[in-house]
């Protein structure tokens, strides 16, 4: 297959580009040059440095490299996105929103007009084609047996600890179909050993964290530049005024530290339980198994997205509210329009409205969705 390899300048993009030459795949490499810290973000913002080790890797490797810009579709599809839920009290995901919007979405345009079949990926997760054929026949699982035809389909990655598939629940099935993930099978202490066996450059590089290829850009300082400080009353579930914050934007719900009021006990600690707009309040209260606003088994998700079959009947699933974080056995009972309601079996800490809940029928991606509202228990 002629296929592109989107690399980040990391090590796991270093591995899949070098698994698919090795497998004699006709392979490209393409640094997707998404942001420059042209705004002076407090927080390293290292694409040059990416850049380089990434071009050094296609070198190593003999393959053509190129850097296509995508910062003006980048800010428009996913950072007016990340914008405008935190200025509307709700917590966006933008890793999510630059796989399908991005990596499977502009860049596949791009490759498309490039003569390109598919796009491959360091993410950790693993694709079953249509049919039922295993990418890599080492990662079958036997409960996947099943009398239904699926359409090309994702896994989770067989690192437990390194699985990447809740970033890929929003998915379109048409984007599942060419997309390729070569290390998903692998454990990362696998793939370091892989990388040294290649000699790539990036063998012994950190994983790096932050938003999507924009870099080590800590998410509160990113939005203090792009969103003004709103303070206002920090108060408990009494009312009571604690405290004050700089901007309900800044918060996530169930955060525990970072909200600048003192615990009150040793061994106790006040954490976010709601962010109230109308009054600018941010409330919190001492974290239990019981606390009021913390716990919810039902919840409202809209904007529905399957990555194969439609999600169009109730039934027993697995959902993910947050990366993470276990799934959680649920029914998902659909409600038209995009719209679904979901009820876990047991109660789940700090369900979020904007964040995005994947699903799962065991290993299994079966899409995502965004939460909506939260019944709290």
Not at 200 to 214: H, M, N, R, V, Y
């Amino acid at each position: 297959m002629k296929i592109l390899a989107a690399m980040s300048g990391g090590v796991d993009s270093s591995v899949a580009t070098a698994v698919l030459v090795r497998a004699g795949h006709d392979v490209s490499g393409v640094y997707m040059k998404n942001w420059i810290n042209e705004e002076n973000i407090i927080g390293h913002c290292p694409w040059e440095e990416d850049i380089t080790d990434a071009e050094a890797v296609a070198k190593q490797l003999g393959i053509p490299f190129r850097v296509v810009n995508l910062m003006t579709e980048y800010r428009e599809k996913v950072v007016k996105y990340l914008l405008e839920g935190y200025q509307a009290g709700i917590t966006p995901n933008p890793d999510v929103m630059c796989n399908r919007e991005m990596k499977f979405g502009v860049l596949w345009d791009w490759a498309q007009e490039h003569g390109f079949e598919a796009i491959a990926t360091g993410h950790y997760a693993r694709k079953l084609e249509a049919g039922g054929s295993m990418l890599d026949p080492v990662s079958s699982n036997e409960h996947l047996e099943s009398s239904i035809q699926y359409p090309a389909s994702i896994l989770r990655g067989a690192d437990p600890n390194k699985d990447q598939t809740y970033f890929l629940a929003m998915m379109q099935p048409q984007q599942v179909r060419i997309a390729q993930f070569p290390i998903g099978h692998l454990l990362k202490p696998e793939l370091r050993d892989l990388a040294r066996e290649f000699g790539l450059k990036t063998a012994e590089k950190k994983d790096s964290q932050g938003i999507c290829f924009i870099g080590q850009v800590k998410m509160e300082d990113f939005l203090r530049t792009f969103v003004p400080d709103h303070p206002g009353p920090i108060v408990n579930l009494e009312g009571k005024k604690l405290g004050e914050h700089r901007g309900l934007h800044l918060y996530t719900l169930g955060q525990r530290k970072g909200h600048g009021v003192a615990s009150p006990l040793h061994k106790q600690a006040y954490v976010v339980v709601a962010k109230r707009p109308q009054t600018n309040e941010l409330v919190v209260a001492i974290e239990s198994p019981d606390t009021p606003l913390l716990w919810a088994r039902k919840a409202t998700l809209h904007s529905i997205s399957s990555t194969g079959l439609p999600l169009h009947a109730e039934r027993l699933l697995q959902a993910q509210p947050r990366y993470r974080c276990p799934a959680g056995n649920a029914v998902f009972r659909p409600l038209g329009d995009g719209r679904a309601e979901l009820e876990y079996t047991d109660p789940q800490r700090a369900l979020t409205p904007g964040q995005i809940c994947a699903l799962y029928d065991g290993d299994r991606l079966l899409g995502g969705a965004v939460f909506e509202t939260i019944q709290h228990e």
